[in-house]
């Protein structure tokens, strides 16, 4: 009687670990009863602009689920410091904006994402198109994906609309020679106290975009060739637009504080009225808004000005990568998906449209949004104009390593640009011809360096034979 009492005892308790485990090795784990009932989900990241519409949607997903989200807003500087911090001694947050400085391919190699618990075929089309394999794909499953368009840029020309009215122009000019032509005339015809235009100069790294925007538009390529993997910065569209350029400032319709100017400071000169002509991304019109509301409705804004107004043209931008990753160490992967599936929804998209800034990912939903019509004229520019471009890190991960293996070389094109506007360059052309010598070479050589370690990497890594200009080069093309 004891042994039988005893047996049914260790029945009993072997028969509650069992329960407790989910029935079966199959049916469960040890980590599914302890995590049972509503979960906290940690979110980290440095969009404080965005914090406010993040905590409604979030608020909305706790009040369904029971489940909520404990937010930190970081420095992107900070953030990046406390994920390192936080990697090492295995307290990541469940989901976090990626401000690590790597690229994802390298990121996920260390061990850092889980992948979302959604397939490609279950998200919807205009997410779909965006998703790259070694960017946001890693062996066909979704690790992320992103919320706003990268297929964007920052060379739209904004204006008053009296100043352009009052030289002579029913519509704002379309190429390089017709807006010098305006630039000069609103200049000479207020006696200097308005200029043509105003650009910041000496913000170099916006100035190498908007010179690669600029060549686009002509109808190259940008900085690579990328049928023959040869750098362009010699070619007869980066001359054409430094001939625009140096142009505009020999013609004397640029502001002349423009050689010492950022971003910020440019735009501030132009909203109080010294210059007409502003290029700038969509983000301005946001920017009026919030900060110089007074001349929203004087302005307006047009296409980039380029070569050859009657060919058609294409801007080009890299693959986008994604925007939220969910940490590896994370034990609530399918919760932090279903909160992430919630920002690709119109509602969402129609939110962040509402800010004026960084595009949403669905480019054709700003028309629903209660937005400056501006907004709404500089979205529909980028969503008939924009594609992606090559990448050759996503056909060979091992061009990374090149990439960090080579130097930087100076003067670069807006640096020579800003030394032409200095006084302190005179040859543009040849400046440029010695870049895109300096850059061939100092390829060729990191190439080399890698190689030389074994690394399997060479020039027709960066050569698509299967590109054309005006093409769209999504993902099926690699």
């Known amino acids: 009687m004891k042994k039988t009492a005893g047996l049914l005892f260790l029945l009993i308790v072997a028969a509650s ?73 295995n307290q990541c947050p469940d989901v976090f904006s990626n401000t690590l400085g790597g690229e994802a391919a390298t ?3 260390e061990g850092w994402f889980s992948p979302m618990t959604v397939s490609k075929e279950e998200l919807p089309e205009h997410v779909r198109v965006t998703l790259f394999e070694g960017t946001t794909l890693f062996d066909g499953k979704v690790y992320s994906f992103p919320t706003m368009n990268n297929l964007n840029h920052n060379v739209p020309s904004w204006y008053y609309k009296k100043a352009v009215a009052d030289a002579g122009y029913t519509q704002f000019p379309k190429s390089f020679a017709e807006l010098r032509d305006l630039a000069k005339k609103i200049t000479q015809q207020s006696g200097g106290k308005v200029y043509g235009l105003i650009i910041p100069i000496a913000f170099t790294s916006r100035m190498n975009d908007s010179i690669r925007d600029w060549v686009n538009a002509s109808g190259g390529c940008g900085s690579v060739d990328w049928k023959t993997g040869e750098y362009q ?25 423009s050689v010492n100017l950022d971003m910020r400071q440019a735009r501030e000169r132009w909203a109080a009225g010294e210059a007409a002509i502003l290029f700038d991304g969509s983000w301005n019109i946001g920017v009026l808004k919030s900060s110089f509301p007074a001349i929203m409705d ?59 800034d960084q595009p949403p990912l669905k480019l054709s939903i700003v028309k629903q949004a209660d937005v400056h019509s501006t907004y709404i004229d500089v979205i529909n520019i980028f969503e008939r104009t924009m594609a992606y471009e090559p990448n050759p890190l996503l056909r060979n991960p091992a061009v990374g390593e090149v990439l960090a293996e080579i130097r930087e070389i100076h003067p670069n094109p807006a640096e020579i640009l800003q030394g032409y506007y200095s006084g302190a360059i005179k040859d543009w052309k040849a400046e440029l011809v010695k870049y895109n010598t300096a850059m061939t070479n100092e390829r060729d050589r990191a190439l080399k360096a890698v190689q030389a370690k074994g690394v399997k990497v060479s020039i027709d890594d960066w050569k698509f034979s299967n590109w054309t200009y005006g093409m769209n080069f999504t993902t099926d093309k690699y």
């Open 17 to 89: 670990f069992c329960f407790a485990r989910g029935g079966s090795d199959k049916g469960g784990s040890p980590s599914t009863a302890v995590q049972s009932g509503p979960k906290t989900i940690t979110w980290w990241d440095h969009f404080l602009p965005l914090a406010p519409m993040h905590q409604a949607l979030w608020d909305e997903y706790s009040a369904k689920t029971g489940n909520k989200v404990e937010y930190t807003q970081y420095d992107p500087a900070k953030q990046k410091d406390a994920l390192l911090l936080a990697f090492r001694s």
């Open 107 to 109: 990121l996920f190699r």
């Open 233 to 257: 910065y010699a070619s007869s569209y980066y001359f054409d637009v430094f001939e625009f350029l140096t142009g505009l400032k020999d013609d004397g319709s640029v502001h002349p504080v």
């Open 298 to 356: 004087q302005i307006a804004v047009d296409e980039p000005v380029r070569k050859n107004p009657q060919a058609s043209y294409k801007i080009y931008r890299g693959p986008p990568g994604g925007t939220f990753f969910i940490s590896s160490q994370s034990k609530s992967a399918a919760e932090a998906t279903d909160i992430l599936r919630e920002f690709t929804s119109d509602e969402y998209y129609i939110k962040l449209a509402e800010r004026m």
